[in-house]
């Protein structure tokens, strides 16, 4: 069974410094997906940044990156020029390509304090 | 084009009561997700469904919950007989074909469910 670990409960960054949020999963697929969604106290999900698996490039958006290593089964978050709205609840998270179910598998959670 | 709505935002309810959470998709979307946040956690997925079809349940409790997704009308999830251990935030996703689409599908904002 595919699982995702995200090891760091807590993280917080200065104000326009950089934060690395880390992401580790564990599968048997060659095939498949990796996001990064943001949940503010809103509770709302938003979709922060994702990653095909077939795709060595990292995905970048804005101000946010990944640095994903498919061998090492890692997908971290990079956050630059953090602000304060950064600061969220961040969930890593896993889908199969295979298989006619598009559910997703997140980690616990990283919640992220920016401090002004 | 309005999001997912999910209704009602909080709802409360004492032992033993019926709760119904509901969730209406993005137009045009005609496939919807189930995902429960208990506290301090990851979203879980319960159900996957499509117009009136139940096409992957592996994530739901074998009692007391249902969902369906009728020709018309939003889905709905049921938890029958509910327990303390059902207060949890429960998310709906909708997405415009099977499996998701690339860029993960769009979540409602929850409902946060209270069992007292």
């Known amino acids: 069974a595919q699982t995702v670990t995200q090891s760091q409960p807590e993280m917080s960054v200065q104000e326009a410094e950089t934060v690395t949020l880390s992401c580790t999963y564990d599968?048997?697929?060659?095939?498949?997906?990796l996001f990064w969604y943001k949940q503010p106290p809103s509770r709302q999900m938003i979709l922060v940044i994702r990653?095909?698996?077939?795709?060595?490039q990292n995905a970048t958006e804005n101000r946010f990156s990944v640095n994903f290593q498919k061998a090492a089964k890692s997908f971290s978050l990079k956050i630059s020029d953090s602000q304060l709205g950064d600061a969220a609840m961040y969930f890593c998270?896993?889908?199969?390509?295979?298989?006619?179910?598009?559910?997703?598998?997140f980690g616990q959670g990283t919640t992220l304090q920016v401090k002004p | 084009n309005a999001g997912v709505m999910q209704n009602p935002r909080h709802l409360v309810r004492r032992r033993g009561q019926e709760a119904r959470l509901r969730c209406s998709p993005m137009?045009?979307?005609?496939?919807v997700y189930w995902y429960r946040q208990l506290p301090e956690e990851g979203l879980k997925f319960m159900v996957y469904?499509?117009?009136?079809?139940?096409?992957?349940e592996s994530g739901m409790p074998k009692e007391r919950f249902s969902a369906e997704f009728p020709k018309e009308g939003p889905s709905i999830l049921r938890i029958q007989q509910v327990v303390r251990g059902d207060s949890a935030a429960y998310f709906c996703?909708?997405?415009?074909?099977?499996?998701?689409?690339?860029?993960?599908?769009?979540f409602g904002s929850g409902t946060r469910l209270t069992v007292v």
């Open positions: 137009k045009g979307h005609s496939h």
């Open positions: 599968t048997s697929e060659s095939d498949y997906y």
């Open positions: 469904l499509q117009k009136e079809n139940i096409i992957d």
């Open positions: 996703a909708s997405s415009s074909r099977d499996r998701g689409t690339n860029y993960g599908y769009t």
């Open positions: 998270a896993y889908r199969r390509l295979s298989g006619n179910t598009g559910k997703l598998i």
């Open positions: 990653q095909e698996a077939y795709k060595q």
